[in-house]
């Protein structure tokens, strides 16, 4: 039978992990820029840093640094994405198009990792990559299509969002160029 708490650093990771899920899902469904989610979201971004961080001290599958790892170092990286260009907002124009990526692909992520997690114990070892590995790439593509689906229109049209985010996009880009030329 297979244990799913190997140890203390298991039962931090996995209620980092809820915590993580549970607050994701919830800025998925929210309205974003308010208060609330920027207090949601640093909850959950604490909750995927201590989620990370016992992930690297986590062996009991591969014995070693395994694929589970390199997802790991992916969900750094979107995660890495999403929180930077926040902080860089004040430099960065397009900083809310690069936040919505990398939050977006930090929650698909989680979201994979929860099946890859779940998955593995239930099936034999040489289902791993047809069961396992195959039903998170599913959970890849469909967060590509949802974050593609629901990609903010505030990006492309001009908005209230445009002269806080510094974004001004293709139709902004034009209107701006048209005032210029009338000025003069």
Request: glycine fraction near 10%; hydrophobic fraction near 50%.
């Amino acid at each position: 039978m297979n244990s799913i708490l190997h140890s203390s650093v298991s039962v931090v990771h996995l209620l980092a992990a809820l915590t993580a899920m549970l607050t994701g899902t919830y800025i998925l469904f929210t309205e974003k820029g308010t208060i609330k989610h920027r207090i949601i979201g640093r909850i959950y971004v604490a909750a995927m840093v201590v989620l990370l961080l016992t992930a690297f001290q986590i062996y009991f599958l591969f014995g070693r640094f395994g694929v589970i790892h390199w997802g790991a170092v992916g969900s750094v990286l979107a995660l890495t994405v999403g929180t930077a260009s926040v902080g860089l907002r004040q430099i960065v124009p397009s900083w809310l198009r690069w936040h919505y990526i990398g939050m977006g692909a930090s929650v698909t992520g989680l979201y994979a990792a929860f099946l890859v997690e779940s998955t593995y114990r239930f099936f034999p070892p040489s289902y791993f990559w047809w069961v396992t590995m195959g039903s998170a790439n599913a959970v890849f593509a469909v967060g590509a299509i949802l974050l593609y689906r629901y990609y903010p229109r505030t990006f492309i049209q001009k908005s209230r969002l445009t002269e806080s985010t510094g974004f001004i996009g293709p139709a902004g880009l034009l209107a701006r160029l048209n005032r210029q030329f009338v000025r003069k």
